[in-house]
């Protein structure tokens, strides 16, 4: 294989694995953003910041503050959807852009129930650390964020179930 082949080659596979960096990403946040599979995700300096939501620098204080989403109720249940990926690679470094539809269950401080909807987009980089790939930073922009379901209308849909 030509040296110019492998090295394209090379650059499809980095871009699957980011891929798939994300997929697991979106998939623990899934999981009551679980702590333990969300920081094996990001490097030790790694930085993590939501426009609604606030800055986290370094590995345990992503893991901290994404974790404390799940224990508190403020998102109790989600569905992370990312699509539209431009993922740039450069060596062992590289940068994707991504969008972003998040639909979640949320408790209210007075123990209610909201279903809501965020649009948005993400911008990341990345670093291949010991093998493979993980976040250097992430910063999610939410443009919009609205109810998509009120609570009423769950309460009619269980009562007719």
Known sequence: MSDHLAERLQVLED???IRKLKALYCAACDDDHNPDKLGELFA????WEASSMGKA??????QKMLGDLGKSGVIRNSAHNVFNPIIEVD???ASGHWR???LYTGIYPNG????SRIIGWYNERYARIDGRWQFTSLYCEVEEAA???LAEDQ???ETSA
């Open 15 to 17: 871009i699957e694995a």
């Open 44 to 47: 030790e300096d790694a930085v």
């Open 57 to 62: 620098e370094g590995r345990v204080a992503i």
């Open 91 to 93: 060596g062992d470094t």
């Open 100 to 102: 972003l539809i998040m």
């Open 112 to 115: 209610e129930l909201h279903y």
């Open 147 to 149: 109810p998509y379901r």
């Open 155 to 157: 309460s009619a849909a």
